[in-house]
């Protein structure tokens, strides 16, 4: 939650408190690949390109014997499933 008026805070029900919504990526060994800090009003899975686009271009060279994708149902959405089998 947020103490004071904060730019871009803004109430949400789901925590019942105003508050940022950060988007954050972690890899398999739970150590973090990138995160963004966005508006307490946008929807879960907003921006979601500007933090897996460059993690993608990170891993694109290597060989690591395959990749996974794991995500909450927010990101459920055909645009980042067309995204991941590029």
Do not use: K
Not at 5 to 22: K, M, V
Not at 30 to 54: F, I, K, Q, T, Y
């Amino acid at each position: 939650p947020t103490h004071g008026d904060q730019e871009g805070a803004a109430w949400n029900g789901h925590f019942d408190c105003t508050c940022y919504h950060p988007i954050f990526l972690f890899n398999q060994f739970g150590m973090l690949e990138r995160c963004a800090l966005r508006n307490g009003n946008v929807h879960s899975a907003d921006g979601w390109r500007d933090v897996l686009d460059p993690v993608i271009a990170r891993y694109a060279e290597r060989d690591l014997g395959g990749r996974f994708f794991r995500a909450d149902a927010a990101y459920a959405i055909p645009a980042i499933y067309e995204r991941l089998e590029e």
